[in-house]
């Protein structure tokens, strides 16, 4: 029998949280090491080291994300030791489970969870962000955030070989089908009341812009990290990574994006407020 795995992987990750001195949250790559399930501690630095490559490829200062550290250890009669450790940021251990062994069930549960965390806490620290009061406002942000990476997205895509538009709204659909439950951007608009003519994004709220900003950053970057290629490929990594959001949507006990309601069209927000916005978040 497989070993029983936690309902949601929120507690488990959030659990071993640490807090230096400073009160920063940070992750101890030993205890990381054994949330992932790995029998020692040496064969998870390799997983590390390739985080680390990541780390400096995305352009990240390495030492804002992994320190190296020594920790007491009890080895029994109440003596203790010292051992290496890493401390890690979230976005660290983002990497590191991105890197970690595809085939453990909890790595894909990880990914899922912390890829939405990490990308949460990212725009809760944008300061242009935090400075938006409404929710038009937040509205804005992520639409345009949305629009950006929609565009790498396409690229990522291409590079796979969704190279016809045709082939790229299949590629879309299939995004959408994972994230909200099987139902197409046809359907989505059905559901929502919502008329051919409309773009489905223009009328989402900040809520469901969030669901769909992760879905797209995800797969981008799933894309390019596992060299997918082929249609059939991109199609069904896009589609996985819908569904993923959506399981995680579910665990945090969120709502459904297929039953969030259709907003007034962002276009009709006001033009001063829009120019505002859109200057901040290019």
């Known amino acids: 029998m497989s070993k029983q795995l936690p309902d ?14 400073n009160g920063v949250e940070y992750w101890s790559a030993r205890d990381l090491a054994k949330v992932l399930e790995y029998s ?5 630095l390799p997983a590390i080291e390739r985080a680390k490559e990541a780390c400096q490829n995305s352009g990240h200062n390495l030492a804002d994300h992994f320190e190296d550290i020594l920790e007491m250890v ?28 595809p085939g453990k069930e909890v790595v894909a ?50 590079d796979a070989g969704v190279i016809d538009p045709v082939d790229y709204a299949v590629f879309q659909n299939f995004g959408y089908q994972g994230l909200y439950g099987g139902l197409d951007a046809k359907a989505i608009h059905l559901r929502k009341n919502l008329k051919k003519s409309q773009y489905i994004l223009d009328h989402m709220g900040s809520t469901e812009l969030a669901a769909n900003l992760f879905r797209a950053t995800q797969t981008e970057e799933k894309l390019r990290r596992e060299n997918i ?17 959506r399981q995680t949507i579910k665990e945090l006990g969120g709502t459904m994006p297929e039953d ?4 007034e069209s962002i276009k009709k927000l006001g033009g001063a407020k829009r120019r505002k916005i859109e200057g901040k978040s290019k």
Do not use: W
């Open 109 to 158: 549960l990880g990914q899922t969870y912390l890829a939405v965390q990490t990308r949460l806490q990212e725009i809760r620290q944008m300061e242009e962000y935090n400075r938006l009061n409404s929710e038009e406002e937040k509205r804005l942000f992520l639409r345009n955030e949305l629009r950006r990476h929609n565009n790498q997205l396409a690229d990522a895509a291409k």
């Open 260 to 263: 969030l309601p259709a907003e």
């Open 8 to 21: 949601a992987p929120q507690p488990v990750f959030e659990q071993i949280k640490r807090t230096d001195e």
């Open 40 to 44: 020692e501690y040496r064969h998870f």
């Open 74 to 101: 009890e080895i029994g009669s109440k003596a203790q030791r010292q051992i290496e450790s890493v401390k890690l940021s979230r976005y660290a251990c983002y990497l590191i489970v991105q890197n970690a062994d």
């Open 229 to 245: 290629r082929g249609k059939s490929k991109a199609n069904q990594t896009h589609f996985e990574v819908g569904k993923k959001v």
